[in-house]
């Protein structure tokens, strides 16, 4: 294809302000998909997207439309808003030479558009701004171009006014994207360059890399060498997304499509690394990506210790199809053998979880998350730590640290105050506050990452009914007064119930986190005393009292069909249990400290 009709962009945009939506439209006004095949949010194929109504991850699409008799090759790539997701959105941004960026026309700049637009404006790109959403029965256009202009400080006196669900507007997009957006560089004969982007386990193909050409040309048969891995392959498939996988002969400079080379060694493909030609090798790879770091880890235990190897496939499996995951194996007196496991945040967390359970089909049991501590140690030593069983004794610490990120609220003015109020319960440091106009503010505090992911979101959310939005990103590790707080069940320790928690809020999280287990672990035939401890210190301490009770004893008489429910619910209940010396443990009781924030 001539690459002077080649278009590619992201659409970028705060959670639900309709990216996936345009992405829809496009794909229809286009003819990629006809009227029979399209469903809403269609690139959105996975099923936790499906369920939760939102994107995970970044979607690339060939699409080819014609203006002014021209065809035109346009490569859309649909992006996550969420935080955690933030590494989808750089690595498309790096595919790309434009962005649109998309603004509900009622709530208007928020804290991910914020993020969004800075990443793009950082990669150089061209940002057409889109204004979404103009059908519903009140908009604010005027004040969200007046807050794009000040807060993202782009010209928005030819931002384009369209409603994705309606279909309004969508030519003027295709027009501006072509018009605005520049076509790709890169010569067709210059050795191969391109970009690995992502890449996913398909049971058919093996491995297929999703590859951006940035210079020369790629074909099939060819043989390629990824430079960072180090490794040699053969072209056995090449394509493009339209959206479903074509075939094609070849890619030339600024297409984006995939590459099937059949790696079945899953870790062999690296997201970031360049492909180039096996024999004519260019003087030096492409720049890649940053690898984020996992701020939130957790571990995770099949709850049949036979499903052990089967869990470590399908974590390397979840691993290629997301660079941003990390795991290792791990071992827990309580619950066996397993795997330590890093997320960006905590959505990552779940949507990972669901989809190992979904995809992989195994039942996991998953501890408390917490997030990276750093700890200087007496002999002058710094180590990281992410999991609360690797705290060395109280006596060999020098210095506990923990991150802190910089946090950024959008919200209505009205709510400064409480939301100001709730930072500084949970140990925050006031940076700034701006207004975006009469009724909106930003506001910058440094807060303890643990005291943002697990649910100051909710949070957030309640006290502005909805209108508050942030955005975070760590800034680096400060000494805090933190200490590790352990859970006695029948007098011994249970390491995966261990905690980290700051010392001033110990004893009040020790008692909620007791009370929460006495809930959570049903009466067994003797008494079982839960306690909380700082080292040898007893904090907290509650007791399930012993119980001789058949659970059928309470149906009374015939009612066979109700006997038999409870028995295969108890059974079902039990699926979720570990063992524990003489003690079951229910799964959720794991997550119990997830409550006595
Ligand atoms: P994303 O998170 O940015 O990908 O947003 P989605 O495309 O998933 O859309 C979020 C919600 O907004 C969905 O319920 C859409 O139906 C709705 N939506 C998207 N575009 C429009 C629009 O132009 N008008 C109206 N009224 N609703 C829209
Ligand atoms: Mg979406």
């Not at 969004?116 to 204004?131: Q, T």
């Not at 992989?360 to 007496?378: E, H, S």
Request: negative net charge.
């Amino acid at each position: 294809f001539d690459q002077r009709f080649i278009r590619n962009f992201s659409i970028i945009a705060h959670i639900d302000h309709g990216k996936s939506t345009l992405a829809d439209q496009l794909l229809l006004k286009s003819g990629a998909i006809t009227q029979r095949e399209f469903r809403e949010q269609i690139l959105d194929d996975l099923d936790v997207e499906r369920e939760r109504g939102i994107t995970v991850k970044a979607r690339a699409v060939a699409i080819h439309y014609t203006l002014d008799g021209q065809e035109y090759e346009i490569n859309l790539i649909d992006t996550p808003g969420h935080v955690d997701f933030h590494y989808e959105v750089s690595r498309s941004l790096a595919a790309c030479e434009g962005a649109l960026l998309v603004v509900d026309a009622f709530q208007g700049v928020q804290a991910q558009t914020v993020a969004n637009a800075y990443a793009a404006i950082g990669c150089d790109l061209e940002i057409i701004p889109v204004l979404n959403k103009i059908d519903l029965p009140v908009t604010r256009i005027p004040e969200v171009m007046e807050e794009i202009e000040s807060v993202v400080g782009l010209d928005t006196s030819n931002a384009l006014k369209v409603s994705a669900k309606a279909g309004i507007g969508i030519e003027d997009v295709f027009k501006a994207i072509v018009e605005r957006i520049p076509a790709p560089k890169g010569k067709p004969d210059d050795p191969l360059r391109a970009l690995v982007f992502d890449s996913k386990y398909d049971h058919y193909r093996g491995v297929v890399t999703y590859i951006r050409v940035k210079e020369g040309t790629i074909s099939k048969g060819q043989k390629i060498y990824f430079m960072k891995a180090g490794t040699a392959h053969e072209i056995l498939e090449i394509g493009q997304f339209r959206p479903h996988m074509l075939p094609c002969e070849e890619l030339g400079p600024g297409q984006v499509g995939y590459i099937v080379t059949g790696i079945k060694v899953l870790g062999n493909v690296h997201v970031g690394d360049t492909v180039c030609d096996y024999l004519r090798r260019p003087a030096a790879p492409l720049p890649g990506y940053e690898i984020p770091q996992q701020m939130v880890f957790c571990g995770m235990y099949p709850i049949d210790a036979s499903d052990f190897e089967h869990l470590r496939e399908e974590l390397a499996r979840m691993s290629l199809n997301d660079a941003s995951f990390s795991f290792a194996a791990d071992t827990s007196e309580a619950l066996g053998f397993g795997f330590r496991c890093g997320f960006l945040g905590m959505l990552h967390m779940e949507i990972i979880q669901q989809r190992l359970e979904k995809e992989a089909n195994v039942d996991l049991i998953q501890t408390a998350p917490n997030v990276t501590y750093q700890i200087l140690k007496t002999n002058g030593e710094e180590v990281f730590i992410d999991n609360p069983q690797e705290v060395p004794d109280a006596g060999s610490i020098t210095e506990f640290r923990e991150p802190i990120a910089k946090v950024a609220f959008i919200l209505p003015s009205d709510k400064i105050g409480a939301v100001m109020q709730m930072c500084a319960d949970r140990r925050g440091v006031f940076v700034t506050t701006e207004f975006l106009g009469p009724q909106r503010a930003q506001l910058v505090w440094e807060l303890p990452l643990a005291e943002i992911v697990f649910d100051m979101y909710d949070k957030l959310k309640s006290i502005t009914q909805g209108y508050g939005t942030m955005n975070y990103e760590i800034i680096g590790y400060r000494a805090a007064d933190l200490v590790k707080m352990d859970i006695l069940v029948k007098g011994e320790r249970v390491d995966a119930l261990s905690t980290i928690v700051h010392r001033t809020s110990a004893e009040r999280r020790g008692r909620a986190l007791c009370k929460r287990l006495k809930e959570e672990i049903s009466r067994h035939q003797f008494e079982i005393p839960i306690q909380a401890a700082l080292g040898a210190r007893i904090i907290a301490r509650e007791t399930i009292s012993a119980v001789r009770k058949d659970v059928t004893a309470k149906c009374y008489g015939g009612d066979i069909s109700r006997k038999r429910k409870l028995l295969e619910k108890q059974k079902e209940g039990k699926k979720r249990m570990k063992q524990f010396g003489s003690v079951e443990i229910p799964q959720k009781a794991f997550l119990s400290v997830l409550d006595t924030g």
